[in-house]
């Protein structure tokens, strides 16, 4: 079982940034991939970015690569999002979730049914 929690959320003008970060219980941590995903209203939850066990590799949606980053250090047991150059259209709930299927090469999981676990959610608001 692992438990999320998000944080870092906020209210930010257009071309700022803001870093979330989600802290993991348990110790298996270090054995699950790590994602974010966000939800805007009347949307459909939808893949931000995602690491691998080791965070070695990253994934990341087309409209936020060169913008976002997505970090961990599994001595922390923690998964950070940085966002930069934020646009009004990245205005959401963002949600840290995990899996623990081994991503490798093109082979990760962008789809939220495949991932298990799920934090509460931090909202992201961008201001024009």
């Known amino acids: 079982q692992v438990q999320l929690a998000e944080s870092g959320g906020g209210l930010v003008q257009a071309g700022g940034s803001l870093r979330l970060s989600c802290a993991a219980s348990?110790?298996?941590?270090?054995?699950?991939?790590m994602a974010w995903f966000r939800q805007a209203p009347g949307q459909e939850r939808e893949f931000v970015a995602a690491?691998?066990?080791?965070?070695?590799?990253?994934y990341y949606l087309d409209s936020v690569k060169d913008r976002f980053i997505i970090t961990r250090d599994n001595t922390k047991n923690t998964v950070w999002l940085q966002m930069n150059s934020l646009k009004p259209e990245d205005t959401a709930v963002y949600y840290c979730?995990?899996?623990?299927?081994?991503?490798?090469?093109?082979?990760?999981?962008?789809?939220?049914?495949?991932?298990?676990?799920w934090g509460q959610g931090t909202q992201v608001t961008v201001s024009s």
């Open positions: 348990g110790r298996t941590f270090s054995t699950h991939s």
């Open positions: 690491t691998s066990w080791s965070g070695d590799i990253t």
């Open positions: 979730a995990a899996t623990r299927a081994y991503f490798s090469g093109r082979d990760y999981a962008n789809s939220a049914d495949e991932y298990d676990y």
